[in-house]
């Protein structure tokens, strides 16, 4: 995976667009640090969504997560993908 700073994003965006449609993923960087990732739009098409509904009901057993819960799941597994 690819890592360009936003600055680097603005000036070759054309190029770096390349490495995606090549089939990588690029992360993008303010500071050294990651904020967020491109990825080739076929890999979200080939992501198998049927049962995700079903696994979250039996992860969460039906409860509502509040949005500050939410945002603490979000940075937790940010490093994930």
């Not at 667009?17 to 990732?37: M, W, Y």
Request: proline share 4%.
């Amino acid at each position: 995976m690819r890592r360009f700073t936003i600055r680097e994003m603005q000036h070759n965006l054309a190029d770096i667009l390349k490495f995606v449609k090549n089939g990588e993923s690029v992360t993008i960087c303010h500071r050294k640090t990651p904020v967020a990732r491109l990825i080739p739009a076929d890999f979200v098409d080939k992501a198998n969504w049927s049962d995700h509904e079903k696994e979250i009901m039996t992860i969460f057993k039906g409860r509502t997560l509040r949005p500050q819960a939410t945002l603490g799941i979000i940075s937790e597994t940010r490093d994930e993908f």
